[in-house]
């Protein structure tokens, strides 16, 4: 069982990264104080594990076979990947690294990968962030005018604001949990080691921890280094990611929540005007995002040729 440890390790991560997709923006705008936002997170990652988790599993078990042992490596090349990127304070994608983790070490032990099933998952990458701007783009759009028509008052009235925070917030805890924790423990599933049902809350159990205990990080530059948000645009940002979470959960294609948040952070600043954008901070995620698959996989390339030199 201690080849399970760089899963749980990575699984804290995750969460440590991933937290500030769910509630960041509802932190930084100051509608809910952080550890309320990171309770919530952590129960409802767990819920939408357990009940919508799997299809992601059959995805990575699909993309090459594993044993217990390159499940290990795979997921800590991964896990160092992510950790670096978040005391970095960058958002980064999750299911970027644990590919890439696969795709090194396949080349390394001349593992087959499915290409058929890469190329799928390679086009939900550059989807994810494109759906989130379009879905935040058009519910501000068309939720902006409503609310114009209504009053403001009505949703800068504190108490209302902060129950829309939650709700969506639990909704996209929820997605994350379904989408995400095949990042976590796909790979030990695959290889036989866990279950399905054991997969998912392990895996998501252990994304929980790294929202509680580590996650404060990355929460600035979601907030307040894209796009200046004020709370209605935050809940909007927030509603597009959880939205576009969940469609590529029930699609079964573990997607990035950093992409998704980021995505639909600029389709509201395009809305606003592409001047209220930061674009030296958007290049850098960018950068980020392209560095970490090819990062991951050179780390667990190096560290399978450690192990095999003293084994």
Known sequence: MWKLISGLFMGWALGSND???????????????????ATIASIFVVVGALVSGSGGFETYGALSSQTALTAFFISLGAALTVTSMTVLGFPVSTSQAVVGAIIGLSLTTGKDVNWLILSKVGISWVLTPVGGAIVAYLLYYTLGRLVEKLGQRYLRYEKVLKVGFVLVGAYSAYSLGANNVANVTGVYVQSGMLTPIAGSLTGSLAIAFGILSYSRRVIDTVGNKIVSLEPFSAFIALMGEAVTLNVFAIIGVPVSASQAIVGAVLGIGLLKGAKTIDRKNVINIFLAWILTPATSGLVVFGLWRIYRFFI
């Open 19 to 37: 937290a500030a997709n769910i509630f960041g923006l509802a932190v930084s705008t100051r509608v809910l104080k952080f550890w309320t936002a």
